[in-house]
């Protein structure tokens, strides 16, 4: 697919939580009318919306829901009945892919192997059910500034030893190139996770400086900052990934302008800093 500019864009995904500002029906007609094939979309505004009414909305337009994020948050109490509904709203939604953040360290805690530990035996319980239901569930190593409140699994090896247990087609990873970019470990972990076929995601987002007080929100527009997005392309190809390739920010300077001026900005940074010259 390509959009009226000429630029491959069949791998491109667009992330809901980019342009958040975009009420979902917005989102779709103007994925629609840039040429964007693919959509990941988060559990809050798709329930606001209605799944059965998301789903029935994309899949009318003719577009992927990429992945929906997001389940996990092993290391709090309850969440092995929250996880099943976000496969069961995954499978509705159509998209094959649950992202998994993992959760921090229980209110109190400091137990980094234990909380660890309660991510393994949660996956134990709720691969099979995702399994039967077409669902993978691929999870998203954060950066260690959210060890010890959002996610304890910090890299990507990290995140293969949780999922090679688990068949391929069950559990496999994300790789987020905000969260993994600094690792020297990380290229060697992509080839390992190819190698296996447990490349189940692929994100871009840009590290910027200074990071705001809100580090949440600073994922950097892509090529504003650090990292070389097109070399991580590269780098996922080769260890034979062909998925989407979606575009993940949590911005508070772009949740603030027009969400419609930002999308157009997303796709066509994309092609500036990522996309590689063969479209691949």
């Known amino acids: 697919m390509t959009n009226g500019n000429g630029h491959d864009l069949s791998r491109f995904s667009i992330n809901q939580m980019t342009v958040k500002q975009l009420a979902l029906p917005e989102l779709v007609a103007h994925c629609l009318r840039l040429g964007i094939p693919g959509i990941g979309l988060w559990r809050e505004p798709v329930q606001e919306y209605g799944v059965e009414a998301a789903a029935k909305l994309v899949r009318e337009a003719g577009l992927t829901v990429t992945t929906l994020c997001r389940g996990g948050f092993f290391t709090t109490a309850g969440n092995l009945d929250d996880n099943r509904a976000a496969i069961d709203e995954a499978a509705t939604l159509g998209t094959d892919t649950l992202v998994l953040v993992s959760g921090g360290l229980p209110p109190g805690g400091r137990d980094l192997t234990e909380a660890r530990a309660r991510i393994a035996a949660a996956l134990t319980e709720l691969a099979p059910y995702a399994a039967e239901r077409g669902i993978r569930l691929a999870i998203e190593p954060l950066h260690p500034m959210y060890a010890a409140d959002r996610c304890v699994v910090s890299t990507l090896d990290q995140a293969l030893d949780l ?12 790789v987020d190139t905000y969260h993994v970019w600094w690792d020297d470990r990380a290229p060697a972990a992509v080839a390992r996770a190819g190698a296996a076929g447990r490349i189940h995601a692929f994100q871009l987002a840009d590290w910027t400086t200074p990071l705001p007080a809100g580090v949440l929100t600073g994922r950097g527009q892509l090529g504003d900052g650090t990292v070389d997005l097109r070399e991580w392309c590269e780098r996922v190809d080769a260890a034979g990934y062909t998925g989407p390739v979606e ?25 500036e800093h990522a996309l590689l010259p063969t479209g691949r």
């Not at 999922?163 to 994300?174: I, L, R």
């Open 247 to 271: 575009v993940e920010l949590f911005n508070d300077g772009l949740w603030s302008r027009n969400g419609v001026e930002v999308l157009e900005e997303t796709v066509l940074r994309y092609v």
């Open 163 to 174: 999922a090679e247990p688990f068949p391929a087609s069950q559990v496999g990873v994300v």
